[in-house]
């Protein structure tokens, strides 16, 4: 079976090397295009599975949408079977999802039809989501619509981040895929439609939905920090500049909303019905450090407002 795999953040590195494991045929990666970065823009640095692919010297194809004449016909001499797709980052169009006589698969962070979409992970920890998963799923033109092949399932740990709660994910879905390539090749696939009517949305993370309102209560609070932890990082404004917060918990405590009630080694913010204390933050301009390291350089004091 010749799959064609596409996939570019490190989320979909472990699926990758999972299936040069296990030595599957690879016709070809499909990924983004290098990405300028620099002062001048001059220096292009790969998506992560592009390194992998070319370690393995697989083929790699970067078009800027996976659309067109000429990207179809590359495909079509490859010969291919099936598509697998992880974390790609483009809707596919009909031409290209009827492309493989197998078909394409998706690996899904979530356990659908719950969180169809782009931040799935980001939003089962806002949503103070006790479980999480992967699914692999058979694609269709609808948003993560299609019949589910498999799932794996897994805890959201207490005080899990959405970086930590990735790099988990990352590994348990490359194993159910594994798993589900194993058993589409010797026909024990059974898929299974989705409940739309049970569907909810994880659509992409903006800035906007990362700023904090103080008004809100301290377990909401410490669900936004964890759930944009690393990026975009969850933010409010200090002295008329913004302020990424990291590391949260819950205290019991009194204020006005966004008072600063104390500011040693942990950073403590009055919320609505109690406080949330931060362990790190990152001033603008500034890289990320530990609250105590800002409070001994004068970053903050007792009894300030953040907004």
Do not use: C
């Not at 979409?117 to 992967?134: K, R, Y």
């Amino acid at each position: 079976m010749r799959i064609v795999f596409f996939g570019t953040p490190d989320f979909a590195v472990p699926s990758l090397e999972g299936l040069l494991r296990e030595r599957y045929d690879i016709a070809a990666v499909v990924t983004r295009p290098d990405t300028p970065q620099g002062r001048s823009r001059s220096t292009l640095v790969p998506p992560p599975v592009k390194e992998v692919a070319e370690r393995a010297e697989l083929t790699v194809l970067q078009p800027e949408r996976p659309v067109g004449d000429v990207f179809l016909a590359s495909l079509r001499r490859l010969d291919p079977d099936l598509g697998v797709v992880v974390a790609y980052g483009h809707i596919l169009r009909h031409e290209l999802l009827t492309l493989f006589p197998r078909g394409m698969i998706n690996v899904h962070a979530s356990l659908l039809p719950r969180f169809r979409g782009a931040a799935p992970i980001q939003h089962a920890i806002l949503a103070g989501e006790s479980f999480t998963g992967v699914s692999i799923m058979r694609m269709e033109e609808g948003l993560d619509s299609g019949p589910v092949l498999a799932y794996a399932r897994t805890p959201i740990l207490p005080e899990e981040t959405a970086g930590q709660l990735s790099a988990r994910l990352a590994d348990l879905g490359a194993q159910a895929l594994h798993t589900a390539l194993r058993d589409l090749e010797a026909g024990a696939l059974h898929p299974k439609p989705q409940d739309s009517s049970l569907a909810t949305y994880a659509p992409k993370v903006d800035r906007a939905a990362a700023r904090l309102d103080w008004n809100s209560p301290p377990t909401a609070l410490a669900r936004q920090v964890r759930a944009f932890d690393p990026a975009p990082g969850a933010w409010t404004t200090h002295r008329d500049a913004p302020l990424k917060l990291f590391r949260p918990s819950i205290v019991e405590a009194e204020g006005e909303p966004g008072t600063v009630l104390s500011a040693g080694n942990d950073l403590v913010v009055a919320a609505l019905g109690g406080a949330l204390s931060v362990r790190e933050v990152q001033p603008a301009g500034k890289s990320r450090l530990p609250v105590a390291d800002w409070v001994r350089g004068r970053g903050i004091v007792e009894g300030e407002r953040l907004r």
